[in-house]
């Protein structure tokens, strides 16, 4: 009886070692859009627009993406993975100030299991002045295979 009881108290522990862990998020944003007072000075717009890109790096993805935008905005990045997708959301508060500026905005995700993904990135937040909540918009949708 007690060798029984032994083995189903250490069943559970072993399933949890094995489950893949859940994966690692972060983000950063470079610029004006840091917070939305935006920098001490304005930023100068980047060397190279860079439209939204996703890539994979090893067991994850890197979003990335650089360009110009209202100043005194400012942008976190969320995120929801879900069996075989990806949603990031680009999140942009703040009332705006009348002017323009730059930011870089990265996110990585790792430690994803290996298969298919369908990776969807949004723009959304609170709409300047009238802070209604504003639809999300797709910038970029695409496939991508984590080995």
């Excluded at 890197?62 to 400012?74: E, L, N």
């Excluded at 969320?78 to 002017?99: A, N, Y």
Aim: proline share 5%.
């Amino acid at each position: 009886m007690k060798g029984t009881i032994f083995v189903l108290a250490v069943l559970p522990l072993l399933s949890v070692a094995s489950a893949t862990p859940d994966p690692l998020f972060s983000f950063r944003v470079t610029g004006c859009a840091e917070t939305e007072r935006g920098m001490p000075s304005r930023t100068r717009a980047p060397q190279q627009i860079v439209g939204a890109m996703i890539e994979v790096v090893g067991r994850g993805i890197r979003y990335y993406r650089a360009g110009t935008h209202q100043c005194c905005r400012m942008v976190v990045v969320r995120r929801q993975v879900q069996k075989g997708r990806i949603v990031l959301t680009e999140f942009w508060t703040g009332d705006g100030c009348r002017c323009m500026c730059s930011s870089r905005i990265e996110a990585t995700l790792t430690n994803l299991a290996s298969g298919e993904y369908e990776v969807a990135v949004y723009s959304g937040g609170i709409e300047p002045i009238t802070h209604k909540e504003i639809e999300p918009k797709v910038i970029l949708s695409q496939k991508v295979r984590i080995p």
